[in-house]
């Protein structure tokens, strides 16, 4: 018998591991196994889980009584709203605009909000709003300060120095203590307007207003029915003549309806009715002794 010959493996690979090998070698395809398997996996295995066991039901649930343990603290509670160092009238106005529903919780004020509330008040400037560790929710409001009373078609108001409103009365009689203005226009300038009432001091007795005409000069009216009429440009310093006219020659003691400075190069005095027929009936003595 003769012998076997051993059997040698042919080294070169099948075709199969050829085709395979030559795919390995192709880089999209190395992070496809890489990258791609393991996250398709992964996905899968996290979908079957929440599908089975409701994980993201579980996981909210969790979290809602989490938060439901830190917001229910005493400490983090409001009961109460303390608004200091107002009228008892804006503090009720301020709680009504701040829409806090007590108890509260202060994780759950929106404080920006609540202030910004506040604010769109007419008699607030501006506000801060924070919550206290007493449980307090207190709101500092900066109340307008009204210094004049406007008339306007729409009625009666209160105007702040920068001619915001205040408010609205509904006769002058509430706010005797302020000075009147009237006129269209006239609220845009209420600095003017103090700055004439500021000069008018010496007479401040008979001034009984200013009135803004053509929404570009001002008349300052006083009793007696006189009326100072101011220029557009420069009426303090108008104004300042007539005053001292009026402390040298008591200019405005004299027998005359209108003071008119609309011209300052010329100013214009008009008499009353019985000025006028007494100073005709003296010119009529004077050219009768003359003929």
Do not use: C
Request: charged residues 30%; hydrophobic residues 50%; neutral net charge.
């Amino acid at each position: 018998m003769l012998p076997l010959k051993p059997f040698r493996r042919d080294p070169a690979p099948s075709r199969l591991r050829y085709r395979l090998t030559r795919l390995w070698l192709r880089p999209w395809f190395r992070r496809l196994v890489n990258f791609g398997v393991p996250m398709l996996a992964g996905v899968g295995l996290v979908w079957t889980l929440a599908a089975e066991f409701d994980v993201r039901a579980r996981l909210s649930a969790a979290l809602a009584d989490a938060k439901a343990v830190i917001v229910e603290r005493p400490q983090f509670t409001i009961t109460e709203l303390d608004i200091p160092d107002v009228s008892a009238d804006l503090a009720e106005q301020v709680r009504v605009a701040a829409f806090v529903k007590l108890p509260a919780n202060s994780l759950e004020v929106d404080v920006n909000a609540v202030r910004t509330r506040v604010e769109d008040l007419a008699a607030v400037e501006r506000a801060r709003v924070r919550a206290l560790a007493r449980g307090v929710l207190e709101i500092r409001a900066i109340e307008r300060v009204p210094v004049v009373v406007w008339r306007s078609d729409a009625g009666l108001e209160l105007l702040d120095r920068g001619g915001v409103r205040v408010a609205e009365i509904d006769s002058r009689l509430r706010r005797t203590d302020l000075p009147l203005i009237a006129g269209e226009g006239a609220s845009e300038h209420v600095a003017e307007a103090l700055a004439l009432l500021a000069e008018a001091k010496p007479v401040a007795g008979r001034v009984r207003g200013l009135v803004r005409v053509g929404e570009r000069r001002w008349d300052v009216v006083l009793d007696r029915d006189q009326v100072v009429r101011l220029p557009a440009d420069d009426p303090v310093e108008a104004l300042g003549e007539v005053i001292a006219l009026h402390a040298s020659r008591d200019l405005l003691d004299r027998d005359l309806t209108v003071v008119d400075m609309r011209d300052p190069g010329r100013p214009t005095l008009r008499l009353t009715e019985h000025s006028l027929a007494e100073l005709a009936r003296l010119r009529a003595m004077v050219e009768g002794e003359d003929a």
